[in-house]
């Protein structure tokens, strides 16, 4: 049977690499994309299009590995190219709340930790 001892140095790791980074990340992407959002006629639309700038950082990486855009004609290859852009983002939003629930709970997690070690 394996035992797994945490050290502080591991704790302090997994707070750096599942916490810190993950809601800097998403803290960024908020505040670089937030303007976007405070605009002064707001409707559907513009909710779609801030889904799709926040998410798009994160997802887009994921998108291009399932519709390679194969440009047989200009109308078809750009067609795919948004759609990888638009699917990529929505993707990208749940991805990104993942990434702040996950380091929300880190947070408890390793103060509980870092107690117990």
Avoid: H, Q
Avoid at 19 to 48: E, K, R
Avoid at 64 to 71: E, G, K, N
Wanted: proline share 3%; charged share 10%.
């Amino acid at each position: 049977m394996r035992l797994s001892y945490m050290t502080k140095g591991t704790v302090i790791k997994e707070l750096f690499t599942k916490c810190i980074l993950p809601l800097a990340y998403c803290g960024a992407i908020i505040f670089t994309f937030y303007s976007i959002s405070t605009l002064d006629n707001v409707n559907i639309l513009t909710y779609i299009i801030v889904a799709v700038a926040f998410g798009l950082p994160v997802g887009i990486r994921k998108m291009f590995l399932w519709l390679v855009p194969s440009f047989s004609d200009l109308g078809t290859g750009a067609c795919i190219i948004i759609l990888d852009f638009i699917i990529g983002g929505f993707i990208g939003v749940f991805m990104l709340v993942w990434f702040f629930i996950r380091g929300m709970w880190y947070i408890p997690l390793t103060i509980y930790r870092c107690f117990k070690v």
